[in-house]
């Protein structure tokens, strides 16, 4: 049987070569050869003839599968969803995509090995520009710096404080590793050499001018 669907379902249907009799549900029907056996989802049977079934329903299209062959096309897909901010393993769970032992394939193989690398590389580090300005968002946002206490005065939320710290040590940990020509140095922020701080520490040093003295204990 194949598969075809209309409005509301997708059922398996075949084309009947002789005269059959099909229990339905509304008892034993006598099919013409030339009709249609159509077996619903709730698994019971009726019978459609060739105009009608030609009106409600469509052939489902098999999916073409996980590409396992290298091309150009494929390689530039992967790369646009690194640049969006996807991570590799999410992509090759995408059923059209190709699985991560594929693309393991692509990097052993010496005729391409070179090129694909360098493609890959370039978009990771392209990725790593798109996610300093989520890390600059993040801590741009003070939006639920500040809860409402037992009392119902103003308190600091610590919680969500040292949540938005540890995004930020976490997307600069990867920016660096994806970038290390770009976000590998720290910043010289006397520009005399003698206090360097990085991206994460600027970060809790806000942290700790926009609460006050409450920033730690």
């Known amino acids: 049987m194949a598969k075809f669907r209309n409005q509301t ?11 059959e009799t099909v229990a339905t549900v509304d008892g034993d ?16 049977a009726s019978v ?13 299209k098999r999916g073409r599968g996980r590409p396992s062959k290298y091309s150009q096309a494929v390689v530039d ?13 999410r992509i090759c769970s995408d059923p059209e995509m190709p699985s991560i032992t594929t693309i393991w394939n692509w990097y052993r193989r010496e ?8 493609q890959f590389l370039r978009a990771r580090a392209f990725q790593s520009l798109v996610m300093d300005g989520d890390m ?9 710096d ?16 040292q949540r938005s710290k540890l995004r930020v040590e976490t997307l600069w940990r990867r920016m660096k590793c994806m970038n290390p020509e ?13 206090v360097e701080m990085s991206l994460p520490e600027l970060f809790a040093e806000a942290m700790k001018k926009r609460i006050g003295d409450g920033g730690d204990d």
């Open 48 to 60: 459609c003839d060739p105009d009608t079934f030609r009106i409600l329903y469509s052939p489902v």
């Open 111 to 118: 005729d391409i090995k070179e090129d694909f690398l360098k």
């Open 182 to 194: 770009m976000f590998a140095e720290k910043l010289d922020l006397n520009h005399g050499g003698s």
């Open 77 to 89: 897909r992967i790369c646009s969803r690194l640049i969006e901010g996807e991570s590799l393993r």
């Open 146 to 161: 500040f809860t409402e206490g037992e009392d119902g005065e103003e308190a600091v939320d610590r919680e969500h404080i």
């Open 136 to 144: 600059q968002d993040i801590a741009d946002d003070s939006s639920r």
């Open 29 to 44: 029907v006598a099919a013409p050869a030339g009709h249609w056996l159509v077996t619903h989802a709730d698994g019971s």
């Open 9 to 19: 379902e997708t059922v398996d249907a075949r084309r009947l070569e002789i005269a």
